[in-house]
């Protein structure tokens, strides 16, 4: 086999066993908003654009853990205390999260959306999955509905919904509307640090694969005189 071919071999195979590796549940870095506009999640800058709304600093904010992290497939709720961006909606405005580079599987964490006389939603550009819901310490509550791109309140009664879903592919952008207007709610997005990096070909295949060029050239030298 020609020695291209084989650094081929070697670096797709290689990648294959990495991607059949079992999942990990993921380690999110959560967005600290420092405004009502703008954040930070590890090494990637976040902005928000849509609807004005303010920052939420109460200790109780998204607390218990295991209403917004499952542990399988995300291993860490938003920190108690940190910064939420807060929204009334009720109109059109669309709302958009801007990453300042593309993130692999973001997160929404959904806080207090609904109340007794009221049943609101979010509705995304986007198909996000369930991943878990439950009460909150401050206002209890139920899970977060997910039918296709709309997540809240799905079942026709009223009451808060809290919750936390992903979105799995390679997003630069997250956009949605608010139609049902209330007091209030919050939302905050992350996602696993580790995926952020440009995939490339790990340093394991490209051993693997200068090891199989190194037998190709043996294997190419002329045979010693008998």
């Given at each position: ?141 139920s899970p977060i509905g997910v039918s296709g791109n709309v997540v ?75």
């Amino acid at each position: 086999m020609h020695a291209s071919s084989l650094l081929k071999v070697a670096s797709i195979s290689a990648v294959f066993a990495l991607s059949t590796s079992p999942a990990m549940a993921a380690i999110v870095s959560w967005a600290s908003w420092t405004t009502a506009s703008s954040a930070n999640a590890g090494a990637v800058g976040i902005s928000f654009t849509g609807q004005s709304g303010r920052l939420d600093l109460d200790p109780r904010n998204w607390q218990p853990v295991t209403t917004w992290a499952d542990g399988v497939v995300i291993e860490n709720a938003p920190v108690a205390g940190s910064a939420i961006r807060t929204l009334t909606g009720g109109n059109t405005n669309r709302n958009t999260i801007t990453f300042t580079q593309a993130v692999l599987n973001p997160v929404f964490a959904i806080w207090s959306l609904g109340q007794p006389r009221n049943s609101a939603n979010f509705t995304f550009d986007q198909v996000p999955t369930f991943v878990d819901g439950g009460p909150s310490l401050e206002y209890r509550g139920s899970p977060i509905g997910v039918s296709g791109n709309v997540v809240g309140n799905l079942t026709g009664s009223t009451g808060e919904r809290n919750g936390s879903v992903i979105f799995y592919g390679t997003f630069q952008s997250i956009s949605w509307t608010n139609p049902v207007r209330e007091n209030y709610f919050g939302f905050t997005v992350g996602f696993d640090e580790r995926t952020t990096s440009v995939v490339s070909i790990p340093a394991a295949a490209w051993l693997f694969g200068a090891g199989l060029l190194g037998m190709a050239s043996i294997s190419r030298r002329p045979k010693p005189n008998a």
